[in-house]
């Protein structure tokens, strides 16, 4: 694969990053859902350090429900979802695959926070589901 690469709707926060995702996950939790406006949020976990951003990204301090921080970072022209940099698991940075410039690519590999999903939204089978927070490692 080669790099990811991407940014957001104005073109102000551009960022790649060379290294392979370490998952492609579905979030549905009710606050993806609230800053997605949208039923889940699809995130690409990258190693954490990996990502070069080119731009200021504005950040909104949220809380997991672990009680640590969820710093969801976006730009702050656009209002474009960027990333998200969870305390609780910190091995890793989560990419909003909204802003790829090529999704192709993108295979899910797990849903969490399943018990959030919206009640009119089909999860795939096929696709592995836990009910809340996914297991760190």
């Known amino acids: 694969m080669s790099d990811i690469v991407g940014g957001c709707l104005c073109g102000n926060i551009r ?4 290294e392979e995702p ?12 609230k800053q997605t406006s949208t039923s ?3 995130l ?6 990996s990502l070069k ?8 301090n ?4 672990s009680g640590q921080a969820v710093m969801r970072k976006f730009c702050g022209q656009c209002g ?4 998200s940099d969870v305390e609780a698991i910190p091995n890793m940075d989560f990419l909003k695959a909204g802003t790829l410039d090529d999704t192709s690519w993108l295979k899910p590999e797990v849903q969490f926070w399943c018990d959030s999903a919206q009640s009119w939204l089909k999860l795939d089978d096929a696709i592995a589901q836990i009910a809340q ?5």
């Open 15 to 18: 960022y790649r990053c060379d």
């Open 22 to 33: 370490m998952m492609v996950g579905v979030c549905h939790c009710k606050n993806c859902q």
């Open 40 to 42: 889940f949020s699809v």
């Open 44 to 49: 690409v976990a990258v190693p954490k350090g």
């Open 53 to 60: 951003i080119e731009g200021a990204l504005s950040t909104y």
């Open 62 to 65: 949220d809380q997991g429900s």
């Open 80 to 83: 474009s979802p960027i990333m």
């Open 133 to 137: 927070n996914p297991p760190m490692e």
